[in-house]
């Protein structure tokens, strides 16, 4: 049966709905998660990916993704990228048409328009208004966005695939809200963001990217899955070690979610909680997960 999952209860219910959407005409692992991330940068409404996300202290919203396949470990990735939807499919592209595995910035967006996207604003009148905040005062608009429940910060968008042996992996993000511009996290960082080997499982991650990044977070949740363990050991085991040896990560949110060999899933949280779309089959139910245990 196949398995796709989605990180947090807003942007994941979003992303997964789009995914399954994909797999009912007949998509490949590959289609779905473009699809479901596509169908995520595209709302309004969520604030930590594409359309109406949160932007760097210049007021530019600069996307991150990523896409990696676990048969082949092909991968493409793109950071910095302004006013181009969906971000994942430039990702897809570069992993498809080119001999490399990230374009940046500026030739990022030209690559993604020389293949047929179309510039366009991502502003909403939110966000018109969250910037205006920000300018009057950065401290209490910073202090806003951490404060909010409902809306986690760092809810980059994370979809793991798994059918018949074949793996897939790949993540959207608009990064850390009021980044310094050039900011790069983990998501579109093969083996901090995302990693998948069909020999082992597959893995992503979604919280504070330097943290996730400097773990390594997604290609260690996937060593760990070769090694024996399964999807929730390997989240756990990775959560664990971050905590222990990054104390960043205790005070800010970090998560590594896996799906393994044996169809299984998990998720391995540094510090808070954390919900996870999970459709197997037709079939959605969202899961909660509580920080790991040291
Ligand atoms: N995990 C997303 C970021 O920190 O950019």
Known sequence: MRTVVSTWLRPGKVAL??????????????????????????????????????????????LDASIMRGDTLAAGAVCGVRGLLPCIQVARWVMEKTPHVMLCGDQARRFGIENGLKPQSLW?????????????NPERERAYVHSREDEPPH????????????????????????????????SPIIGAGIYADNEAGCAGATGLGEELWKACASFSAVEHMRSGASAQEACEAVARQMRRRQPASRETICVVLALDKNGGFGAGVTTGTFDLWVAQGDAMTCHHFEQVQD
Do not use: C
């Open 124 to 136: 909403t009148d939110e966000l018109v208004r969250r910037w205006a905040n920000f300018q009057e």
């Open 155 to 186: 809810d980059t968008v994370t979809m793991l695939a798994h059918d018949a042996g074949e793996f897939v992996a790949a993540s959207s993000t608009s990064g850390m809200p009021y980044k310094r511009p050039g900011r790069v996290g983990d």
């Open 17 to 62: 709905q789009g995914a399954l959407v994909s797999g009912q005409q007949g998509g490949s692992l590959l289609d779905v998660l473009v699809a479901g991330l596509a169908a995520a940068e595209d709302d309004p409404d969520l604030i930590a990916i594409g359309r109406g996300s949160l932007p760097n202290t210049d007021g530019e919203l600069e």
